[in-house]
């Protein structure tokens, strides 16, 4: 039972004839009746009685007609659905997004997506990138925006890069480390040689996050076994810990624009070619990406074109 003989048989029980249901189908009369004649050998079961007065529906053939009715209006609605989908008047969004990446890109990603789509249900779940990877996998959010590393990339996951950002070391102002340190003018902090702060005492983030997994694949690189002091979940208790000498740590140089003024720290960009993080818009290629979700894309390209990251 499809679309196209739902259609048939409704047609021909409004019209009470072949020839007149023939007429309003645009189809020959005689490859109607074989049609017919053929759902009928199927269901086992004869639709119409044949009269005088023209072809009436026996009682399978009512139940047939009504249920026809019902399936025909169904699809017309779910036409109309995905009609008002494509053409953004109806739909939702589900994104998956770190908590600091949140902080600062969702109000205006937000209110501006609104604004151009008012009728787009948008969802929000802040997760962490290992948490947004898997639910990208298992389909309970259309696309993320997280961080990553190229060590780090899932071929089951597609990863378009927006920014990268490098990372810094920090540590108490007047740190003996900033007296071997290198300047340069292009950048917005002295360099530092990853392999000068191989022997200094470390506090970092847990295993579980994603800067640590970053952080753990560029010092392993460089043959550094850290010293870890402190472990934390917060990376600006961190920074404000390495501020105060306790140790030094490693963070986005973005990470230490959100309380700039607060326990001021002295920060060292990593002269070292893996010492970055990739923000991104990741989603599962083997997912269909509605186009809803592909305006939302648009737009995160849009912020970061016309924003410059914190």
Not at 83 to 107: C, H, S
Not at 198 to 223: G, H, M, P, T, W
Request: hydrophobic fraction near 35%.
């Amino acid at each position: 039972m499809n679309q196209r003989e739902l259609l048939y048989i409704k047609t021909i029980a409004d019209c009470k004839s072949i020839s007149g249901a023939a007429k309003k189908l645009y189809i020959a009369q005689p490859s109607l009746s074989q049609a017919v004649q053929k759902i009928e050998e199927e269901l086992g079961t004869k639709l119409f009685v044949r009269n005088p007065d023209g072809m009436t529906l026996t009682y399978a053939g009512e139940k047939y007609y009504i249920a026809a009715v019902e399936i025909l209006n169904i699809y017309d609605d779910f036409k109309n659905e995905i009609t008002y989908i494509n053409d953004l008047k109806k739909g939702r969004v589900t994104l998956g997004i770190t908590n600091f990446l949140g902080t600062y890109m969702l109000p205006e990603l937000i209110y501006n997506f609104s604004s151009r789509y008012p009728n787009i249900e948008i969802y929000v779940k802040e997760l962490t990138s290992s948490e947004i990877e898997k639910s990208l996998l298992d389909g309970t959010i259309d696309l993320g925006i997280m961080h990553t590393h190229p060590m780090l990339d899932s071929h089951t996951i597609k990863n378009d890069i927006i920014f990268r950002d490098p990372f810094v070391v920090v540590a108490k102002k007047g740190h003996h480390l900033s007296r071997v340190t290198k300047s340069d003018k292009t950048k917005p902090y002295p360099l530092i040689d990853i392999d000068l702060i191989k022997e200094e005492k470390f506090i970092l983030v847990e295993k579980s996050r994603r800067i640590r997994q970053v952080c753990d694949i560029f010092l392993n690189l460089a043959k550094i076994t850290p010293n870890v002091k402190l472990t934390l979940k917060n990376f600006e208790t961190l920074r404000r810990i390495a501020s105060t000498g306790f140790g030094i740590t490693l963070i986005p140089l973005s990470y230490i624009k959100i309380f700039e003024g607060q326990y001021e720290a002295d920060y060292y960009l990593i002269d070292n070619e893996n010492t970055f993080w990739d923000t991104c818009i990741s989603t599962n290629p083997n997912i269909y990406i509605s186009k809803a979700a592909k305006e939302f894309i648009n737009l995160v390209h849009e912020y970061y074109e016309n924003s410059q990251p914190i």
